[in-house]
């Protein structure tokens, strides 16, 4: 069942990274509109009553200004005037005459989407003359579906079940059916034929398959194919030259908007340059447009981006945390209709194939608000009572509790990022930097001993502080510079460089957070606190500064307005500290996730991979540069890999990694999903129980030697 239903998941996916909302569906095509950008009209009355009251309006639609609609429209895209509905629409066709047959025969987007894609998907039926059949794909999502309830028996052979199926039609030579589909991408203007990316379809077999489709579709004066996987690309080179070939990059440069995190949200507009980014002050009922992807960011109503992300991105992490609407737009930021809005209270929509910005009142928006408090973070309470230096191995006690009690306990002292980094370290054949752990109790005593805590609670207790986010930004600026200036205590700061130079002799060591309040089951507070690198005896980077430039990091302000959306007593986090020998030599960085965001269902299975080339960072990358994304199809047999785009930092497009290198990734991500299952696997089947973790990863060797893996971090991912 597997493979049939990532069929047309995979086949859609070369954009994919454009929508990694979890509720994407599977063996679907995808649809979106054009950006709708409102002109500064107001929002129909019903639309905002029905936000304000505190639901969300039933199939909200977005109407030909931009405003968005309470009543339930269709929003795909129509190739053409046709009175035909979905439910008059037949089963199947042989031959697609018009466009708007074509959209009468289109899967209709469920979930994630890239915009503009409609696809019809295709059989060939070998055995009967090579019949070709147009499926009708919102009826029949599966190639399975159709083919086992149209094309077994009643003079034709009988279609096997599902699992032979699956074991013949994308792997056998002598296979009896071709499975494809054909795909408009609207924003490339170009119909597509594909095939799945664990499809072995030969050169012949394609050849076969496309010149019958091209015959069915004569309203099409130009078909493609479309290759989304390496095993694809390979036999493209060998198609004859009668057959078009279109890549993923191309289609991509035409797409005009990316959809990160649908939701919906009200605030007032804040149009951010990029030059003005630190300046700003900025709250989390704005809702702001920036001109690239900012470095750090308080919490926000939402985000648009002209600069496009990626779905790992600390900026998306945390958009799709809060529930907030991310979404990326080419020429946001200089929309001369967008800034009429600046300044003011709006409505943002972001649909799984479209959005949508108008104008409210703030009556509406304080109403919309008061509605949606979200609920409360419980943070572990800070333990105090543990105050050794200690290594890694004995941080997480997995003999005598379960796993997801040992975290907790761990995180209580540890702090979350520890606590998964030492499980990590018990996983056998994977590699992690040796390590320890300082524990919180150090942070509390250093806020203690020098009368932060006390300033804190002042500080917490004044109105002007808590209303005015300028005020606040400066007075936590304040707070952090003294913290920097501040003596360590002197007992502590003497064990700490004894345990360095006894155990990390010469080693230039990376101290990063890990506060209680971070990596737990149902919130990550990615990207939200610092990591500081240091070495004993080393005058511009000494020690002590670095524990307190992280254990100051506590109080950034978008540390501070994250926690205080979500409800999380301040005065409750405790920052403790992981420590580790830096990565020196890097060849490669990257993160993954150890399940498939494009399908909630758990049927196509695969990891999803961003992977840049040497220390370009893959969550927070500088302007203009891709980096490596794919999908590795690891647990089928012949664990094929889909590339969704490719590194703008290597040589011709050259893959960041070796087909080793992926191969070695790939075992080291099924370690982590394995060991992490028994706490964070949900015990109910269905599309609630999707889960994954969250991997951050290197490889890094010495120059002349070869790069090794190292994982240096694993937290869930919901």
């Not at 995190?261 to 700003?280: E, K, S």
């Amino acid at each position: 069942m597997r493979s049939e239903q990532a069929t047309l998941a995979a086949t859609l996916l070369l954009l994919m990274v454009l929508a990694p909302s979890l509720a994407a569906g599977c063996d679907r095509a995808y649809s979106g509109d054009r950006p709708l950008i409102g002109s500064g009209t107001v929002s129909p009355e019903g639309a905002a009553a029905s936000d304000a009251a505190g639901a969300e309006p039933a199939e909200s639609g977005v109407d030909g200004t931009g405003a968005t609609t309470g009543a339930s429209r269709d929003t795909s895209p129509v190739l053409a005037e046709s009175s035909t509905t979905v439910a008059e629409s037949p089963d199947f066709l042989a031959r697609i005459a018009t466009e708007a047959e074509f959209e009468s025969m289109a899967a209709r987007p469920l979930d994630g989407s890239i915009p503009g894609g409609r696809s019809v998907k295709t059989v060939v039926d070998r055995l009967d003359s090579g019949a070709l059949y147009f499926q009708n794909s919102d009826r029949y999502p599966l190639h399975y579906d159709f083919v086992s309830s149209h094309l077994s028996g009643d003079g034709l052979p009988l279609v096997p079940l599902l699992p032979e199926f699956n074991a013949t039609e994308y792997v056998s030579p002598s296979r009896r059916f071709l499975l494809g589909a054909v795909t408009y991408y609207a924003d490339a203007d170009v119909y597509c034929y594909e095939v799945a990316p664990f499809d072995t379809a030969t050169p012949e077999m394609i050849t076969e398959a496309f010149e019958a489709v091209e015959r069915g579709l004569p309203f099409v004066d130009r078909l493609a194919f479309h290759p989304s996987s390496t095993t694809a690309e390979a036999a493209s080179e060998q198609l004859p030259p009668t057959i078009p070939v279109v890549s993923t990059d191309e289609i991509f440069a035409d797409t005009e908007f990316q959809v990160l995190n649908p939701a919906i949200a009200y605030g007032r507009l804040r149009i951010v340059a990029d030059d003005d980014v630190d300046d700003t002050a900025l709250s989390f009922r704005d809702i702001a447009v920036f001109e690239s992807m900012p470095e750090d960011v308080g919490v926000l109503a939402g985000i648009l981006t002209e600069q496009f992300q990626t779905p790992l991105s600390h900026l998306n992490v945390l958009s799709r945390n809060r529930g907030t609407p991310n979404l990326a737009v080419r020429g946001v930021f200089d929309d001369q209709d967008l800034r009429t809005l600046d300044g003011r209270w709006v409505r943002l929509e972001v649909g799984q194939s479209g959005y949508s910005i108008t104008e409210v009142t703030k009556a509406e928006a304080d109403t919309w608000w008061e509605a949606r408090t979200p609920d409360a973070v419980r943070v572990p309470a800070a333990d105090t009572s543990v105050t050794d230096l200690r290594d890694i191995a004995g941080v997480v006690d997995l003999e005598s509790q379960p796993m997801a009690e040992a975290l907790q306990a761990a995180t209580r002292a540890f702090g979350g990022k520890a606590a998964h980094y030492a499980v990590l370290a018990g996983i056998d054949g994977l590699s992690v930097r040796p390590a320890f752990a300082v524990p919180v109790a150090y942070y509390f005593h250093f806020m203690a001993d020098n009368g932060f805590d006390e300033l804190v609670t002042d500080m917490l207790d004044d109105p002007q502080f808590q209303d005015d986010p300028e005020v606040r930004a400066e007075l936590l600026s304040r707070l952090r510079k003294a913290m920097e200036e501040a003596p360590l205590d002197e007992s502590f700061e003497a064990e700490l460089t004894a345990k360095l130079v006894s155990d990390y002799p010469g080693k230039r060591i990376k101290f990063r957070s890990s506060t209680n309040a971070e990596d737990l089951g149902d919130y990550t507070g990615a990207g939200l606190y610092e990591s500081k690198a240091a070495q004993v005896g080393n005058p511009e980077s000494p020690v002590a500064d670095a524990v307190k430039e992280v254990w100051a990091s506590v109080w950034s302000l978008e540390a501070f307005e994250e926690r205080s959306y979500r409800g999380i007593d301040h005065l409750a986090v405790g920052m403790a500290l992981l420590a580790h020998e830096s990565f020196a030599d890097e060849e490669a960085n990257g993160v993954a996730l150890t399940n498939n965001p494009y399908d909630p269902t758990g049927l196509s299975p695969a990891f999803y991979v961003n992977v840049q080339s040497g220390e370009t960072s893959v969550v927070k990358p500088p302007d203009d540069t891709t980096a490596d994304a794919f999908l590795l199809y690891y647990d089928h047999p012949d664990q094929p890999v889909e590339f969704i785009s490719h590194s703008s930092e290597t040589k011709d497009g050259e893959p960041v990694l070796t087909e080793q290198q992926v191969m070695d990734l790939g075992a080291a991500l099924a370690a982590v999903r394995d060991a992490f299952a028994v706490a964070y696997a949900p015990r109910e089947t269905g599309e609630s129980s999707w889960w994954a973790m969250d991997v951050e990863f290197k490889f890094d060797g010495a120059p002349g030697e070869a790069a090794e893996l190292f994982v240096k971090q694993a937290r869930p991912y919901r």
